[in-house]
């Protein structure tokens, strides 16, 4: 819960450059004007498991599944006054386990650090910024040295490679291939 506030109590600059973001992009509108949610009750978990092996819809409930996670679990914004400014922070929590899925990372400490570092070029949210530099203090020196020689410069990399994050209607991309997607934004494949 306190990270959440720290991410809506900072980020008074990086959101508003978000939602321009947004607003200039035509799916990125398209989500700010229909503001989907990814719930567990918007999602057709029983037809994402059907979809074959590959694609988001199937690797995302692998994922949730395989680390035991829902998308419930995301808090509503409690200190963003602006209402699309709140709901810009709200999909940013609520892909973050699709940032999971397309980057290939896990939930334990070396995978949330990766995805912080992408998170936080593609953002700007300093409570990114946070996670991916205090995060490593409890890694293991082998840990350490792979993340700082291979996974912190593919995530810096693909994150500025990649176009927002926020302007892909993942709700409408569910047969899509991960790899193919990956492509389409720009992300590199996973080292």
Same mark, same amino acid.
């Given at each position: 819960?306190?990270?959440?506030?720290?991410?809506?109590?900072?980020?008074?600059?990086?959101?508003?450059?978000?939602?321009?973001?947004?607003?200039?992009?035509?799916?990125?509108?398209?989500?700010?004007?229909?503001?989907?949610?990814?719930?567990?009750?918007?999602?057709?978990?029983?037809?994402?498991?059907?979809?074959?092996?590959?694609?988001?819809?199937?690797?995302?409930?692998? %994922?949730?599944?395989?680390?035991?996670?829902?998308?419930?679990?995301?808090?509503?914004?409690? %200190?963003?006054?602006?209402?699309?400014?709140?709901?810009?922070?709200? +999909?940013?929590?609520?892909?973050?386990?699709?940032?999971?899925?397309?980057?290939?990372?896990?939930?334990?400490?070396?995978?949330?650090?990766?995805?912080?570092?992408?998170?936080?070029?593609?953002?700007? &949210?300093?409570?990114?910024?946070?996670?991916?530099?205090?995060?490593?203090?409890?890694?293991?020196?082998?840990?350490?040295?792979?993340?700082?020689?291979?996974?912190?410069?593919?995530?810096?990399?693909?994150? +500025?490679?990649?176009?927002?994050?926020?302007?892909?209607?993942?709700?409408?991309?569910?047969?899509?291939?991960?790899?193919? &997607?990956?492509?389409?934004?720009?992300?590199?494949?996973?080292?």
């Amino acid at each position: 819960d306190m990270v959440a506030v720290l991410g809506e109590t900072t980020g008074c600059l990086a959101l508003p450059n978000l939602r321009d973001k947004m607003k200039h992009h035509p799916e990125g509108y398209r989500i700010l004007q229909e503001r989907p949610r990814i719930r567990l009750s918007t999602l057709d978990m029983a037809r994402l498991r059907g979809l074959p092996d590959g694609s988001l819809g199937r690797e995302y409930v692998r %994922f949730l599944e395989d680390n035991k996670v829902s998308p419930d679990t995301r808090m509503p914004p409690k %200190f963003v006054d602006d209402e699309e400014l709140a709901y810009v922070i709200q +999909r940013y929590r609520e892909v973050h386990d699709l940032m999971h899925t397309l980057l290939g990372m896990p939930t334990n400490m070396l995978g949330e650090v990766v995805v912080k570092w992408f998170e936080a070029v593609q953002t700007g &949210l300093p409570m990114c910024v946070l996670g991916a530099a205090f995060g490593p203090v409890h890694l293991s020196a082998r840990k350490l040295q792979v993340l700082a020689t291979e996974l912190v410069p593919w995530a810096i990399r693909s994150g +500025r490679n990649a176009s927002c994050i926020l302007n892909v209607y993942y709700e409408q991309r569910w047969e899509q291939p991960v790899e193919s &997607l990956r492509e389409e934004i720009g992300i590199f494949p996973p080292p």
